[in-house]
C-alpha cells in the first residue's frame, strides 16, 4: 500500500501551508521584496512592467546575456546624527533580482526600457521573422 508515500508526500506540503505566512493571515508572497511583474505578449513584442514605487532611473541595472534578461536593483542609505548626550545611526539596504529567458522570437539587441510613475516598463521588440505575416492574395490561374 503506498501510504507510507503519500503522507511523505503530503506532510511537507501541510507544514508549508500551516507555516506559511497566508495561514495567519499574512502576505501573498513568502518574499515581498520582489516586485510584481506583468508580461503582455501583442502582435509587435512583449512588454514587461514591474511595480517599483520610491525609485530612480539610476537605481536599475538591466541587462541581457545569453539570452537572460535581468532585471535588478541594489539600494544602500545610511544617516547618522550626533547631538549633545546621544548618537543616532540609521541605514536600510534593499534589492532585487529578476531573471527572465527571453524566447527565441525576441531581439535582443533592441530591448528599451522606461521608468515612469513607479512603473519599470520594458519592451521587447521581436525578431522581424516573428512577425506576423500580412495577408496576400493569391491569384488562380
Known amino acids: 500500500m503506498s501510504l507510507v508515500k503519500r503522507n511523505n508526500l503530503f506532510f511537507p506540503s501541510l507544514m508549508n501551508d500551516f507555516m506559511g505566512p497566508d495561514w495567519f493571515g499574512g502576505t501573498e508572497k513568502w518574499n515581498t521584496a520582489v516586485p510584481a511583474v506583468n508580461?503582455?505578449?501583442?502582435?509587435?513584442?512583449?512588454?514587461?512592467?514591474?511595480?517599483?514605487?520610491?525609485l530612480k532611473k539610476d537605481d536599475f541595472t538591466v541587462e541581457v546575456?545569453?539570452?537572460?534578461?535581468?532585471?535588478?536593483?541594489?539600494?544602500?542609505?545610511?544617516?547618522?546624527?550626533?547631538?549633545?548626550?546621544?548618537?543616532?545611526?540609521?541605514?536600510?539596504?534593499?534589492?532585487?533580482?529578476?531573471?527572465?529567458?527571453?524566447?527565441?522570437?525576441?531581439d535582443g539587441s533592441k530591448i528599451d526600457a522606461k521608468y515612469e510613475d513607479g512603473i519599470l516598463k520594458l519592451t521587447l521588440p521581436k525578431k522581424q521573422e516573428a512577425l506576423p505575416k500580412p495577408k496576400r492574395l493569391i491569384s488562380i490561374g
Open 65 to 106: 546575456d545569453n539570452d537572460v534578461l535581468t532585471i535588478s536593483s541594489e539600494i544602500k542609505t545610511e544617516n547618522e546624527e550626533t547631538k549633545e548626550n546621544y548618537t543616532r545611526k540609521e541605514f536600510s539596504f534593499s534589492s532585487f533580482k529578476r531573471a527572465f529567458t527571453l524566447p527565441e522570437t525576441v
Open 39 to 54: 508580461i503582455k505578449d501583442n502582435e509587435k513584442g512583449f512588454e514587461l512592467e514591474l511595480a517599483v514605487p520610491g
